[in-house]
């Protein structure tokens, strides 16, 4: 299959070369070139412009936020020269808002459209142990499933609509970030009362709390361990704000999401927004005067 792929950073690389593994044609463009040589010289073809990246079968988008897809006309200018029946799969978090407007956009060219965020950081990217949540029509996910086979461990389809996977995304996202909240409390507080944090941690994970996010995570906290970053700090504020956005859009509150987001705000005040976002537990600690 001929597919594109538009952003190859972190994320986007480990998706490319396992579909270049697969034997797949893929053509890749993203805005910074080191990226992009290093993944030609492992079979991609090196897009010279965006548009060229939408003359294949399939477009996989995997970029930082909103104002980048907006910035790259992939809500409407841009796909005025893509070919005919191409199918979009993006596999970014973006707001519910730009979800809607990106789906309508496709619509009216006859273009297929799917949203497709996908769970997991870059190793996993790499080792095709990606979750990946699809939104869409039926018919246009079945027709992505061998992709997506060849990139993830697993899909599930969340519903005919693709504003409905990035909904699913950003209360997964927010689920990992309020976890990293409650553990960087924790920890601080038993750090200021003398207890070691390490064997909490160690007790907790393996029992009560054995999910990845608690393991994983959890250590990196412990262990102040927050560079080099798998998933940036300031990407991790954009998905709180995109959960309060959200949340705000249903007619709801979100006082956690608030929370963490004055938190990460601290964050990056402090220089911190290219640290992991697990460096939410730094400023929990930070506050506790530790």
Same mark, same amino acid.
């Given at each position: 299959m001929k597919i594109g792929i538009i952003g190859v950073g972190h994320m986007g690389a480990g998706i490319a070369e396992n579909l270049i593994r697969a034997g797949h044609d893929?053509?890749?463009?993203?805005?910074? @070139? #080191?990226? *992009?040589?290093?993944?030609?010289?492992? $079979?991609?073809? /090196?897009?010279?412009? @965006? =548009? =060229? /990246?939408?003359? #294949?079968?399939?477009?996989?988008?995997? *970029? /930082?936020?909103? &104002?980048?897809f907006r910035e790259m006309g992939l809500d409407g200018p841009l796909l005025d020269k893509a070919a005919k029946g191409l199918i979009h799969a993006n596999m970014a978090t973006i707001s519910v808002g730009l979800a809607r407007v990106l789906a309508a956009a496709h619509e009216s060219r006859g273009l297929g459209y799917v949203a497709? @965020?996908?769970? $997991?950081? @870059?190793?996993?990217?790499? &080792? &095709?142990?990606?979750?990946? /949540?699809?939104?869409?029509? &039926? =018919?246009?996910?079945?027709? *992505?499933?061998?992709l997506f086979d060849v990139i993830g461990r697993r899909t599930v389809t969340v519903g005919e609509l693709p504003e409905q996977a990035n909904l699913f995304k950003i209360a997964g996202n927010f689920m990992i970030a309020s976890a990293m909240e409650t553990m960087g409390e924790a920890f601080a507080l038993l750090k200021k009362g003398g207890v070691d944090a390490a064997v909490f941690h160690e007790v907790l994970s393996g029992s009560l709390f054995a999910g990845v996010v608690f393991q994983?995570? #959890?250590?990196?906290?412990v262990e102040e361990r927050y560079e080099p970053a798998g998933f940036a700090l300031k990407l991790g504020l954009k998905d709180v704000n995109l959960a309060r956005e959200a949340a705000a859009g249903l007619n709801m509150t979100m006082p956690l999401a608030d929370l963490v987001r004055e938190h990460y705000d601290e964050a990056v005040a402090a220089g911190w927004s290219e640290k992991d976002w697990s460096a939410l537990g730094g400023v929990i600690a930070k506050r506790a005067g530790l």
């Open positions: 893929v053509t890749a463009w993203n805005r910074s @070139p #080191g990226s *992009l040589r290093a993944l030609a010289a492992k $079979g991609a073809t /090196a897009a010279q412009n @965006p =548009e =060229e /990246a939408l003359q #294949g079968d399939v477009l996989i988008s995997m *970029l /930082a936020n909103d &104002a980048v497709a @965020p996908v769970f $997991g950081r @870059p190793d996993a990217a790499r &080792a &095709a142990r990606l979750v990946i /949540a699809a939104g869409g029509k &039926a =018919e246009t996910i079945e027709k *992505l499933a061998p994983n995570y #959890g250590k990196m906290i």
